[in-house]
């Protein structure tokens, strides 16, 4: 059981990764699935024939959905996305907690993880678990907490060799949404952490200036700071 219940209006600092440590997002289909689900699975909209939006994400690197759409999933969601980088072998969101209930996040990351799941095994001819058990998650309870943890997140790409002092155009990050222009719209809520800086260039300044993932080779489940048992 978890220390904590989720609480309407928190925030959270949610991460999972694979299995066994190895490679779940291969290739640019693999990572726009899931940032697909991260983005529109935020209410509990169903959609059908997943694939014809990752291929129209692959040529135009947008998803092809309509306003209407957007504005029911913002009208009907459960959680807000604040950030999110998606690495080979592990992912981390920062979400907002949205019902009353405190079901919106397990709900909603059942669903992506399961959903992912699902796609992966059936086009690697996998089975089993895929991420290693339960989602991690810890509330977020202060600003400087909520700072270092933005500035942790979008410096992950660090770790991959070919992205090392370019994260900030990592596709599969919201870095560049914060700091340049907002690919997702309401889809992605920056502005708590944006409002604490006069500008985004200010915001990153301070992302580069950052201590956070010093070590390229550190493990993102072993920051005391981050993440701790939930």
Not at 72 to 96: C, D, G, W, Y
Not at 126 to 137: D, I, T, V, Y
Request: glycine share 4%; hydrophobic share 35%; proline share 3%.
């Amino acid at each position: 059981m978890r220390k904590f219940k989720f609480s309407e209006n928190s925030y959270y600092h949610i991460c999972n990764r694979s299995n066994d440590g190895s490679t779940i997002f291969s290739d640019e289909r693999d990572y726009a699935r899931f940032l697909f689900l991260i983005l529109y699975y935020q209410a509990s909209l169903v959609f059908y024939n997943l694939g014809r939006y990752i291929s129209h994400f692959e040529k135009y690197q947008n998803f092809n959905i309509t306003d209407e759409t957007v504005s029911q999933i913002v009208s009907q969601r459960k959680v807000a996305l604040v950030e999110f980088t998606i690495m080979p072998n592990h992912f981390h969101l920062v979400a907002q907690e949205r019902t009353k209930t405190g079901e919106g996040i397990p709900s909603y990351l059942q669903r992506l993880e399961t959903g992912y799941a699902k796609y992966f095994n059936a086009k690697y001819k996998k089975q089993g678990h895929l991420f290693q058990g339960r989602f991690r998650a810890v509330p977020i309870e202060t600003d400087e907490q909520f700072l270092y943890l933005s500035a942790y997140i979008h410096r992950n790409p660090r770790a991959l060799q070919t992205w090392k002092n370019k994260e900030i155009v990592y596709p599969w990050s919201s870095y560049q949404d914060f700091t340049k222009r907002n690919r997702w719209g309401e889809l992605l809520k920056p502005g708590i952490i944006l409002d604490q800086f006069p500008h985004t260039k200010d915001y990153q300044v301070f992302v580069e200036t950052s201590t956070a993932k010093l070590q390229s080779g550190e493990s993102p489940l072993n920051e005391n700071l981050l993440l701790e048992s939930a």
